[in-house]
């Protein structure tokens, strides 16, 4: 058992390792900078909806066509 004291405006972010390790047709990982830089970018500014969904723009930009061999899910939960 943890407990865990957040600030509002704090972001928390559970996800599988299957986006990190994503590939491309190139054969290039999606990556943990590719991830980190999609929550960088908007946390302060945009709602955890946002958030998810310029990281799987991103996500979808990178891997294009290629075909998924693990599962890909991302939780992201911003304080009010």
């Not at 990178?62 to 693990?70: H, S």
């Amino acid at each position: 058992e943890a407990t865990f004291i957040y600030e509002s405006g704090a972001i928390l972010i559970a996800s599988t390792d299957g986006i990190i390790d994503a590939r491309n047709e190139n054969g290039g990982r999606f990556g943990v900078d590719r991830f980190e830089n999609g929550i960088k970018t908007y946390f302060t500014t945009k709602d955890a909806r946002d958030i998810n969904e310029t990281i799987s723009d991103a996500f979808e930009e990178f891997t294009g066509e290629t075909l998924l061999v693990d599962d890909v899910t991302v939780l992201i939960f911003k304080l009010d």
